[in-house]
């Protein structure tokens, strides 16, 4: 499919200071737009200044959240542009498409269509080593009607923000609610789907443990509530003298790239990692006993995010005494050396632009 362009008449100003850029609060000139229909499928894909789109009030996207989304990042190292994994990506929009009823893309092309929208914007990727440039694919449903039934028209665009250090006083370990009133999805549910919904199912969760003094929560299972899940946009891993852990891909989990990503590299290093059901009571008795030796939750925006502290029903867990594990800081410094380009990462991570 050609992409059409439309140039803009005069370009933004860009944002100097890296460490005032915050997240997801500036966008770039341009963004990528490509809409479905039953009769054409997917086409009109066209990168357009970046603005406001109009639609109807009775756009289906508005009622019934039928909208899934993507987030990844493009780095700078010098002249060199790298995005890593993007392949994954566009594979799990499709496996979010899938649960939501939205038709599927041709991977390959978005791929394509991204290495061409992020060519166009590279001025816009911070040349820092913590800076990058945040990219947000994603799909609305766009029907003007108001039955609940599948849409039969989408709008998928991509938005660039280019985002600050996500630790801007360098990695630092965080405090965890473990939430133990609400549930953020069941196996059956869209959890494993990077859908909208998941997230407005978890702001009420957020802000109670922030007034709490906690940054995150560590959702456990809806259905036995006592199997760890995963952390608000993270996945978790525990480390023990003998092992690494992870909560298997149990239906209700989102399966992380980042988390792939650490399993795949600790496994190749001839490290012992298992994917599988794990308790918070099993947690509690492992911390018990001295054997807990470090918690990191692993996601595109922090990479590897130190947990110090998970606190459990008046329990406080204090993790590895509320310092920065060693893995913990192995891996974040390997994975970041591998997404900025600083050393080569294993075939078809790094795809340079
Ligand atoms: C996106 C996301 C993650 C992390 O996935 P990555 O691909 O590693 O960025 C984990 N949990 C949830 C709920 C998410 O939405």
């Given at each position: 499919?050609?992409?059409?362009?439309?140039?803009?008449?005069?370009?933004?100003?860009?944002?100097?200071?890296?460490?005032?850029?915050?997240?997801?609060q500036?966008?770039?000139?341009?963004?990528?737009?490509?809409?479905?229909?039953?009769?054409?499928?997917?086409?009109?894909?066209?990168?357009?200044?970046?603005?406001?789109?109009?639609?109807?009030?009775?756009?289906?996207c508005?009622?019934?959240?039928?909208?899934?989304?993507?987030?990844?990042?493009?780095?700078?190292?010098?002249?060199?542009?790298?995005?890593?994994?993007?392949?994954?990506?566009?594979?799990?929009?499709?496996?979010?498409?899938?649960?939501?009823?939205?038709?599927?893309?041709?991977e390959?092309?978005?791929?394509?269509?991204?290495?061409?929208?992020?060519?166009?914007?590279?001025?816009?990727i911070?040349?820092?080593?913590?800076?990058?440039?945040?990219?947000?694919?994603?799909?609305?449903?766009?029907?003007?009607?108001?039955?609940?039934?599948?849409?039969?028209?989408?709008?998928?665009?991509?938005?660039?923000?280019?985002?600050?250090?996500?630790?801007?006083?360098?990695?630092?370990?965080?405090?965890?609610?473990?939430?133990?009133?609400?549930?953020r999805?069941?196996?059956?549910g869209?959890?494993?789907?990077k859908?909208?919904?998941?997230?407005?199912?978890?702001?009420?969760?957020?802000?109670?443990?922030e007034?709490?003094?906690?940054?995150?929560?560590?959702?456990?299972?809806?259905?036995?509530?006592?199997?760890?899940?995963?952390?608000?946009?993270?996945?978790?891993?525990?480390?023990?003298?003998?092992?690494?852990?992870?909560?298997?891909?149990?239906?209700?989990?989102?399966?992380?790239?980042?988390?792939?990503?650490?399993?795949?590299?600790?496994?190749?290093e001839?490290?012992?990692?298992?994917?599988?059901?794990?308790?918070?009571?099993?947690?509690?008795?492992?911390?018990?006993?001295?054997?807990?030796?470090?918690?990191?939750?692993?996601?595109?925006?922090?990479?590897?995010?130190?947990?110090g502290?998970?606190?459990?029903?008046?329990?406080?867990?204090?993790?590895?005494?509320?310092?920065?594990?060693?893995?913990?800081?192995?891996l974040?410094?390997?994975?970041t050396?591998?997404?900025?380009?600083?050393?080569?990462?294993?075939?078809?991570?790094?795809?340079?632009?």
């Amino acid at each position: 499919m050609n992409i059409k362009f439309e140039e803009r008449e005069e370009l933004k100003e860009k944002i100097k200071d890296v460490n005032n850029l915050g997240f997801g609060q500036y966008f770039t000139d341009y963004m990528f737009l490509m809409n479905y229909d039953e009769d054409t499928g997917w086409h009109d894909a066209r990168i357009v200044p970046y603005d406001n789109i109009s639609l109807p009030p009775s756009a289906m996207c508005l009622h019934y959240g039928q909208t899934i989304f993507e987030g990844l990042k493009a780095y700078r190292n010098g002249d060199k542009v790298f995005l890593f994994r993007p392949d994954e990506n566009f594979k799990r929009m499709n496996r979010s498409n899938d649960r939501l009823c939205i038709p599927p893309i041709d991977e390959e092309f978005m791929v394509e269509a991204l290495k061409k929208l992020i060519d166009l914007e590279r001025d816009w990727i911070p040349d820092s080593k913590e800076a990058s440039l945040y990219i947000r694919p994603f799909v609305i449903a766009i029907d003007p009607k108001l039955g609940v039934h599948p849409s039969g028209s989408y709008l998928l665009m991509i938005i660039l923000s280019p985002s600050g250090p996500y630790y801007k006083d360098g990695l630092a370990p965080i405090k965890i609610y473990v939430e133990d009133k609400y549930v953020r999805t069941v196996k059956g549910g869209l959890g494993t789907a990077k859908a909208g919904g998941n997230y407005a199912a978890s702001l009420k969760s957020q802000v109670e443990a922030e007034e709490k003094g906690f940054s995150q929560v560590l959702w456990i299972d809806g259905v036995n509530r006592k199997y760890i899940e995963e952390v608000g946009s993270m996945n978790i891993f525990f480390v023990t003298e003998d092992e690494i852990m992870t909560p298997e891909l149990s239906g209700s989990i989102l399966p992380g790239i980042t988390r792939k990503s650490i399993i795949e590299l600790l496994k190749s290093e001839g490290k012992k990692v298992v994917e599988r059901r794990i308790s918070i009571e099993e947690i509690l008795t492992l911390h018990k006993e001295g054997k807990l030796l470090e918690i990191f939750g692993t996601g595109t925006a922090a990479v590897i995010s130190p947990v110090g502290e998970l606190f459990y029903e008046g329990t406080e867990i204090i993790v590895n005494n509320g310092e920065i594990g060693e893995i913990s800081n192995y891996l974040y410094n390997e994975l970041t050396d591998i997404q900025w380009g600083r050393k080569k990462g294993p075939e078809g991570w790094q795809v340079e632009v």
